[in-house]
Every structure is written in C-alpha cells, then in structure tokens.
C-alpha cells in the first residue's frame, strides 16, 4: 500500500487520503462500471480525478446546492442539470468520461435513496438535477459532522 501513496503523491493527489477508495460504494461503483463505456480501472481513476476536484469545494456545495445525505464519509447532493458537464470542462474529460462519472455519482445517490427508504424521491429528483456525492475526509468529517444543524447546547 506504501507504493501507491507515493505514486498518489507524485501524481499531487493527497498522500493522507485512503489508498483506492473514493465515495462512490461498491454496488454503485459495479452498476456504473457496467453500464459505463469505460473500463473499470479508469471509471476508478477517473473517480479519483473528480473526489480531488469537489472534496475542497464541498463548502461551496454546502452553501448552494441541497444536501440530500450525509454520512459519515460521504455527502450526497443535488446540483443543477449541467453540473457534470461543467466539471468535465475543468477536469479536461470527454465525453464519454464524463458520462461514466455522471452515472456513477447517479447510482450512488440511488444507492443512498434505497438505504434511506427514499429511492422514489430520489428517482424523481434524478430526473431534473444531477447527482453528486463528495467524500469526506476524516478531520472534515469530525469537524463538519451537522453543518446545517443547531449549535450544541451548552447548557
């Protein structure tokens, strides 16, 4: 495992992130893999590429799209329907790559929908809006646990 930190840390990907994951599960991940016209390493690395470009945006994210989710290493989104098309342009993906990551974050957030007891819910807003899930990281995590929540009563 020590080697592919190193090659993550050549490569400017965060040495402290955990070696081969990103948020997107396993059932989601062999769903997208499937149907995707990609193959499965590069639906992998390339779902690295787009972790390492939302993680330090989900602030951002927090503050303008409507968080549907959260756990404890991931949150779930909804963004606007050019969302996926917006992120390949700065990631310098094609099409087809972008379409692979796109339907990956989409059974994701289905996958989450089922867990939750509310895949029609979702189904419908997947209709409309694109769906986005960004892993977090454990400090972020602790840190960021309720972001929309209360404040703790001290008293």
């Not at 948020?23 to 769903?31: N, S, T, W």
């Amino acid at each position: 495992m020590a080697r592919e930190n190193d090659d993550r840390s050549e490569t400017g990907e965060s040495p402290d992130r955990p070696s081969g994951s990103h948020p997107i599960d396993g059932i989601a991940f062999l769903k997208a893999a499937a149907l995707a016209s990609v193959p499965a390493d590069r639906l992998s690395e390339l779902l690295w590429r787009v972790q390492a470009d939302l993680g330090p945006r989900i602030n951002d994210y927090r503050r303008r799209y409507e968080r549907i989710a959260a756990d404890a290493g991931r949150e779930t989104f909804l963004a606007e329907p050019t969302h996926w098309e917006d992120v390949a342009d700065r990631l310098g993906l094609s099409d087809r790559e972008r379409d692979a990551v796109a339907r990956a974050h989409e059974a994701a957030v289905e996958r989450v929908g089922s867990e939750d007891g509310r895949r029609t819910e979702f189904d419908t807003a997947l209709e409309i809006r694109a769906g986005v899930v960004i892993g977090l990281d454990a400090a972020e995590d602790a840190h960021e646990s309720h972001p929309r929540g209360p404040p703790p009563d001290d008293g």
